[in-house]
Structure formats: structure tokens, C-alpha cells
């Protein structure tokens, strides 16, 4: 394109008109990218123009200036333009061609592939029940200081949860504090009270870290624990967020509790508490009917030791607590019995007892569709 004469506006539209008829015979996009190319590329005709600007005398570029890059404009309008024609010619070829043979089997989507553990699942199923409630989810470090993990939770020192026989411990950290692999997930709402103004409504789901492991016990564990705190909160409200969680959870109806008097150094009064099931049927539980009485969670209202450890005035503020084992209440929902199977990871028990990635549990769609 050098040989043109840069100031001569006929042979500027001439040579629009050169481009503008290869951008129509462009077939397909490739062809149209070679045009637009060697229009508007580095070394393109228009390009070329547009450098040419650099070189003319003032007057000239009055003109000419204006009229090339009025030029470039049109010039990448049309591509545009033709661009979005062959997009719909290609589409509605393909349309034209693809026949969809709805007789075929369904091929399992590979989305399906896998399956959601069951813990997922079952934190997936409490996370949306207790949000349902007001509950937010907090998590925190599975590595803990002493602080969080015993004395800030009014374990006296010497308390036997401390030694080596129960705690996963790691050497000092920089602060000289001792590390521990968090035996529960309390340290969550310490930090979640030492860091929120309340009121405060959490769940806090995560692994847990205990020495001692047998038939039924595993050395790494779930848990859940829920911490509200408020001016007003009581007791009556636990039970009824207790009871409202096993309904949903179990999903049935309705279901008895029992409360138990218990001890637990980070709560005053303290409770286990045990669900009504049937268990007449071999190797089959049944919540919310039968005379059994099975012990699913440990609650209790939050001692004023831990609220003052954590910042809060006992006379200003009070709450409540629950902690449950995930492994345990899923086992007994979906029927497992050997709680070690829930880490060998063994593919023929997961597509077992595994669900499927789409069946995500709402309260709306059921939670365990
Ligand atoms: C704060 C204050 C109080 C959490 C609680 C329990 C009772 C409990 C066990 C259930 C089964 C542990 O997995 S398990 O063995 N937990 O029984 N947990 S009250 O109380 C708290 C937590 C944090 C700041």
C-alpha cells in the first residue's frame, strides 16, 4: 500500500473500498482475522496511513488526519460487524447439522462422577439448618495455643484434658506458648468472642485432634459447636434451637429430648443430650419414635469464667453452647457402623455411602434428597 498517495482522499477511498469488499468475501472468522490483519495490523494499510500522518506538513494533516482515522473507524466497524454475521451464519450451521438423538442413554454427566463424603455432606446439611436459624459459619486454626484451647475455656492447670495422654502436642511457637492440635472447636468461638461484639451466633464445624483412638474413636475427628451469646440469652432458647436442629437434621416431625446433668469446665449448668429412637429393628435406628434413648450432644450456658476470658461481662452478657460429633450423628443418619471406614478412603464405600455432587442439601429441597 506505500505507492498510494497518502494525501489524495480518492485514492484513501479506494482503498476503503479494496477493504471493505475483502471483509464481505471473508467465508469464516480466520478469513476475516487475515483482513482485518492487513488492514489494522502492525503493518497494515491503515496503519501504515495512520504513520503517515507523522510525516505531513501541518496543513495536510488538517485534512488528511480526519479522514484516515475516519477510515480506521469505518474500517474496524465493518469487521465488527461482519464478524458477528459469521458468528450467527457458523451457529445456525452447526444448528443446521447437529442433530441432538434424544433416544440415546443419558451419559452419566461427568460432573456425577465422585461422590461427597459423607461429612461433607452432613456439614453441607447442618450449615444450611442453622443458617436457617440465624447461624453464621467460623472456622479457625486446627493448630492452637494453650490459651484457646484449654485456659481461656476455664480448664484449671493440671486438668487431665491437658496432658499428653488426650492432646496432640507440637513444640512451642515463636511466643513461647505451647501448640497444640486443637482437641475441639471451641478455640473458634473464643476467637469468634474475643473479635465480634455480640450478639453473636455461630456454628463452627472443623477436624479435631485427640490421642485417643480405638474402635470407635479415630485420632482426628469432626465436631460442631454452636456458640450464641446475647443480653438475654437462655436456656429455653437452646432447647428450642436443639430441638429444631434434630428435627431438621433427623428429618422427622417431631422428637423428644432428654437433658441430662453433666460437667464440662467451659459451661455452668451443663447437659448431655440424649434423642428418642427405636431401636428394636436389627441394625436400623428410628429418631422421633420408640422408647430408646440414644446421646447425640454436650450444651450447656457459657461459664462467666470463659466470657471474662474472652472480654465479656457476665453481668452484661450471657450465652449458651452445644458441641456434637459430626462422624458420630452422621453414622447414626445414614447408618454406618465402622467410623474407621470414614478415612480409609476406599472408592467402593464412598460410591456407597457418598452422595452425589448435584444433591446439595437445602432445607427447601430436603436435605438428604
Ligand atoms: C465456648 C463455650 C462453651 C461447647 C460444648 C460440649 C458441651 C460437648 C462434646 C460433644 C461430642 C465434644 O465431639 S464431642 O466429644 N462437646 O459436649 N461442647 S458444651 O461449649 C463451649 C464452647 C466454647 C467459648
Redesign the pocket.
Known amino acids: 500500500m506505500s505507492d498510494i498517495d497518502v494525501t489524495d482522499q480518492s485514492a484513501i477511498a479506494d482503498l476503503e473500498q479494496d477493504i471493505a469488499s475483502a471483509i464481505m468475501r471473508a467465508e469464516d472468522e480466520a478469513g476475516l482475522e487475515e483482513v482485518r490483519i492487513a488492514a489494522l495490523g502492525k503493518k497494515g494499510s491503515v496503519s501504515e496511513l495512520l504513520k503517515s500522518l507523522g510525516a505531513m506538513s501541518p496543513d495536510e494533516r488538517k485534512v488528511m488526519g480526519p479522514a484516515i482515522n475516519g477510515l480506521r473507524d469505518r474500517v474496524q466497524g465493518l469487521i465488527t460487524h461482519r464478524r458477528a454475521a459469521l458468528k450467527t451464519k457458523a451457529l445456525e450451521a452447526r444448528l443446521a447439522t447437529e442433530t441432538v438423538d434424544v433416544t440415546l442413554p443419558v451419559r452419566e454427566a461427568a460432573a456425577e462422577t465422585g461422590r461427597v463424603h459423607p461429612i461433607a455432606q452432613v456439614m453441607e446439611e447442618l450449615t444450611a439448618i442453622f443458617a436457617d436459624m440465624g447461624f453464621s459459619v467460623a472456622e479457625g486454626p486446627d493448630i492452637e495455643d494453650d490459651f484457646h484451647n484449654f485456659t481461656a475455656?476455664n480448664f484449671p492447670p493440671g486438668h487431665p484434658a491437658r496432658e499428653m495422654h488426650d492432646t496432640f502436642f507440637l513444640p512451642p511457637g515463636s511466643d513461647g506458648q505451647r501448640k497444640v492440635l486443637r482437641t475441639?472447636t471451641?478455640p473458634v468461638?473464643?476467637r469468634t468472642?474475643q473479635t465480634k461484639t455480640p450478639p453473636i451466633r455461630v456454628i463452627c464445624p472443623g477436624r479435631t485432634y485427640r490421642c485417643d483412638s480405638d474402635q470407635t474413636h479415630t485420632p482426628m475427628f469432626h465436631?460442631v459447636?454452636g456458640?450464641v451469646i446475647d443480653k438475654g440469652a437462655h436456656l429455653g432458647h437452646l432447647k428450642w434451637i436443639l430441638e429444631e436442629f434434630c428435627k431438621s437434621f433427623f428429618e422427622v416431625e417431631g422428637v423428644k429430648m432428654r437433658f441430662r446433668p453433666s460437667f464440662?469446665p467451659?459451661?455452668e449448668p451443663?447437659m448431655e443430650v440424649d434423642i428418642q429412637c427405636d431401636r428394636s429393628r436389627p441394625g436400623e435406628i428410628r429418631f422421633g419414635e420408640g422408647s430408646d434413648w440414644l446421646e447425640i450432644?454436650?450444651?450447656?450456658m457459657?461459664h462467666p469464667n470463659?466470657l471474662r476470658n474472652c472480654g465479656l461481662d457476665p453481668d452484661e452478657y450471657q450465652g449458651f453452647?452445644?458441641?456434637?460429633?459430626i462422624d458420630r450423628i452422621a453414622m447414626l443418619k445414614y447408618g454406618m457402623s465402622d467410623l474407621r471406614a470414614f478415612f480409609e478412603a476406599d472408592v467402593r464405600w464412598l460410591s456407597h455411602y457418598g452422595f452425589r455432587p448435584l444433591d446439595f442439601p437445602t432445607l427447601a429441597g430436603g436435605l438428604s434428597a
Open positions: 475455656l475441639h471451641s468461638q473464643v468472642m465436631q459447636e456458640l464440662f467451659f459451661t451443663s450432644l454436650g450444651c450447656g457459657v470463659v453452647a452445644w458441641g456434637m460429633g
